[in-house]
């Protein structure tokens, strides 16, 4: 969240305007202004590059407390919009000039160059350490190399011609670049920043050599050419505009003299660096030194310069930029628009450098009134803009002030260009609300902007909005508007998140066809001239390359007590239980039903629910009592909401089974918040496994729906699906070995919601422990400190696991194959360095005990996409153009790593949109793997998923910590506000809280796959 946007308020009072020679009818001037709301409402646009934006900022309201201004020198009737240039020696003195002042006057110290998140990747860590990256334990921990390809690829499979959407970015080794660190004073906003460089550069250009230098919008320039000085101070004249539909017609000729005022920024440039491309070109190339790593700093200044041209047409947001240009806005419910985008970031392939460009999606806040806001975002207050009278709980408060802080908004009730940002609501409502004047006498907030403005407080008793965090200063709700160009950061509603999905929902034509246009439209990354004024040529076509088609395994179901092979034909894989049981069948005699809700019909279908739930459970041969051990129980709805009464409810029910269920079935009436508690109270104060379902899915009792709820629960209480036919030792046994027992593990860490900025985040670790099988799994979870992702307490939860391990099987694993998901390439280094040393810390607790380790991230929030190549007619399997690559579609090669192992299987089939591969790149490899092994390794992983019939798109291992990582954050987002429920103190702390241990998990359920 950038400080430098808004006002930091020091002084929340301009000079304040006589306006009693304006004519505001009485009757009519509350008309007045909602008109102006209602225009602006319907005003929905972003940036646009031909003039000077229309910033929406705000002045400082009316004096509450007294300011002093420093303003700058008025200038001579003559002055002209044209730059001061100073051109300096090399000094760190400042020059005195006088400037124009803010309120965000204090400039923050930034760091030199973070480069983008994607271009971070470290590729060579280090030069020291073994060839096989193993380390004495105990020993002072080496450097680590990040493992290499062993090969030159994958053989196994028929080929598949595909596209990727990566476009070849050709550059000039030998091109020059210069950075400058820019420090503009007072401190602007990122789009001010941009008109500033833009007028710099219009006026400055035989100062700055003729070039037109690339900016981040921050502090780094990058130039083609050198300037004439190391060192520039130049000073800008910056014409500041208001938006004409915030003002009354009889305005107009106050707005002309408005558009004739200045603001004067100065502008220190200092060159900082200077370097070429030879290191990058040398870096890509095959016969490169293995000892290069990635030049960040040149990868850097040309993803500025290829984002520059997009940036001045499009808001962005992370890596990504949107324009209502490409395909509008849509409504989608409760004060937030879907707005379309792209993706776009510069990658090292082993074809080169490629600009990675994909279709993007996200919802924005709209651009309305506070008050048709605060309708549409809050049910409670959907009739808000009716009742004018109406004022806040104590409860609905809070809910306003969720979700209004933050936000920034504009005023409109006098002509202005600054905005402010919501720190809180004010405590009273807008009719008690007064301030001292420049005499230290107060004035009552509704009377000021009588006399002041001769404008009536409609909603006096709803409180204002309070936009300083240090003093008050105090804007009324009905006079504030939202600024366009926000990102929606609150958690969407189910609702919001259908049509948000549905919006970025395209086929693989459409996709292309989308990604294509950008590349060829006006705001895409080729939209600009700053490619050509750095010699960089990107092209417009899909990267095209072929992809290979593993072959899926077969696999091992049951029948009637013996085994059956099934091997999967369909196109999408998919396989179905109709003439089998599953592998492995549990037997549960011991369970009970508890309803919440529901009307007397929905009710009354529960025996018939529980009669053909045990029927569809024999035919996949799990035996599930037709008896429960006590019958039905119904309760309302409301139970759910106190924590206590579900506790004591669902602990009635245990006694009253004698204390031993294996299964508590749990039917809903709709989604609730209590869910948590539910899942919470059953897994660490009861002890039982539970499973819910909704009424309305067993008012329908499909044969699907019935199978897909017993294979959940036969996974939970011990059984298993289905295994592979063919055991990982009989189709690898160069690695596997029957008498030697391997471990898979996945790891992965949930981080609270954005908005949320104190709560722990959750990590979970699980590892499998039966052999050859592989298909049951044990889990660990931890609470740490708010958005660490380094799992702390990996150690100790490997330990664990291991133990568990040795339990079952009475050895310890033979190889340790460890899938750690949710870590950034600007993160490889480090989750690398330090959770690989923790599992061979967890080893050596085992005397003599040193497995080798392979340790592999999986990332599924990438944007690389694979099409069918349609321009090959030969291909036989590309007749189906418009579907998604089938499963077992793997690629690794040209638009992966130019030397380290990495490669995307996109294993499963994707039923709507266009499929995300999965990426799976391997850091650490003491088992050597080869590409094709490793490959053929975790697509029969994905068949063994317990939950379905078909090949899912994450390895089991990671897929299972990511669900134990979410049932986590479920006990903790509940647990935690209810023992200890923080305050607003603390969710504005420096530094967040200590992490709230999650509750201990009942010994019965521990070792169950209960968060399936």
Known sequence: ???????????????????????????????????????????????????????????????????????????????????????????????????????????????????????????????????????????????????????TGGKEGPIIALLANHFLVQFDPLQRIYHYDVEISPNPSREVARLIKRKLVEDNLNVLSGALPAYDGRKNLYSPVEFQNDRLELYISLPILTSKSMLQCSESIKLQEKQQQLKLFRVNIKL??????????????????????????????????????????????????????????????????????FFQSLRPTQQGLALNVDFSVTAFHESIGVIPYLAKRLEFLHDLSQRKTRGLTDEEKKKVEKALKNIRVFVCHRETVQRYRVCSLTEDATENLCFPDRDGKNLRLVNYFKDQYNYDIQFKNLPCLQVSRSKPCYLPMELCMICEGQKFLGKLSDDQTARIIKMGCQRPRERKAIIDGVMEGPVGPTSGNQGREFSLHVSREMTRLNGRILQPPKLKLGKGGRVRDLTPSRRDCQWNLLDSHVFEGTRIGRWALVSFGGTADQKSIVPKFINQLTQRCEQLGIFLNKKTMISPQYEPMQVLNNVALLESKLKK?????????????????????????????????????????????????????????????????????????????????????????????????????????????????????????????????????????????????????????????????????????GVSETQFYKVLEQELQAIKVACSRFPGYKPPITFAVVQKRHHTRLFPNEANPSSTRNQFFDDNVPPGTVVDTVVTHPKEFDFYLCSHWGVKGTSRPTHYHVLWDENHFTSDELQKLVYNLCYTFVRCTKPVSLVPPAYYAHLAAYRGRLYLDRYDSTSFPRTASTLSRAAPPKATPLPKLSESVKNLMFYC
Not at 279 to 286: I, M, N, R
Not at 684 to 706: A, E, M
Not at 792 to 800: K, N, P, Q, R, T
Request: aromatic share 6%; hydrophobic share 35%.
């Open 272 to 341: 900082v660096s200077k370097f070429d491309g030879k290191e990058l070109s040398s870096y890509l190339s095959k016969e490169g030194d293995e000892g290069i790593p990635l030049p960040q700093e040149y990868l850097h200044a040309l993803d500025v310069v290829l984002r520059e041209g997009p940036t001045e047409k499009c808001v962005p947001v992370g890596r990504s930029l949107y324009s209502s240009s490409m395909g509008g806005t849509k409504d989608i419910g409760g004060g937030a628009i879907g707005l379309r985008g």
């Open 653 to 821: 029910i245990h006694r009253a089974a004698f204390n031993n269920l294996q299964l508590l079935i749990c039917v809903m009436e709709k989604k609730h918040k209590g869910y948590g508690d539910l899942k919470r109270i059953a897994e660490t104060r009861i002890g039982v496994v539970s499973q819910c379902c909704l009424y309305p899915n067993l008012g329908k009792l499909s044969s699907q729906f019935l199978a897909n709820l017993a294979l959940k629960i036969n996974a939970k209480i011990g059984g298993c699906t289905v295994a592979l036919y063919n055991s990982l030792p009989s189709q690898m046994p160069r690695l596997f070995h029957h008498d030697d027992p391997v471990i898979f593990m996945g790891a992965d860490v949930t981080h609270p919601h954005p908005l949320d900025d104190s709560s722990p985040s959750v990590a979970a670790v699980v590892g499998s422990v039966n052999w050859p099988a592989a298909n049951k799994y044990v889990s660990r979870m931890r609470s740490q400190t708010h958005r660490q992702e380094i799992i702390h307490d990996l150690s100790a939860m490997v330990g664990e696991i291991l133990d568990d391990f040795h339990e079952e099987l009475s050895k310890l694993p033979k190889r340790i194959i460890f899938f750690r998901d």
């Open 1 to 151: 969240m950038e400080e430098t946007e808004e006002s930091n308020n020091k002084k929340c009072t301009p000079k304040t305007r006589n306006s009693r020679g304006r004519t505001y009818p009485h009757n009519s001037q509350y008309h007045q202004i909602h008109h102006q709301l209602l225009q602006n409402s319907n005003r929905i646009g972003f940036f646009n590059q031909n003039q000077y934006q229309c910033y929406p900022a705000l002045l400082p309201l009316p004096p509450i407390i007294p300011l002093q201004i420093a303003v700058a020198p008025p200038l001579p009737q003559n002055q002209t919009f044209r730059t001061q240039t100073h051109l300096r020696k090399p000094s760190w003195k400042q020059n005195s000039h006088p400037l124009a002042t803010s309120s965000d006057s204090q400039v923050p110290n930034f760091s030199a160059v973070p480069a983008p998140e994607v271009l971070q990747q470290q590729t060579r860590l280090s030069l020291q350490g073994k060839k096989d990256g193993s380390r004495v334990m105990g020993d002072k921990p080496q450097s680590l190399v990040v493992a290499r390809r062993p090969d």
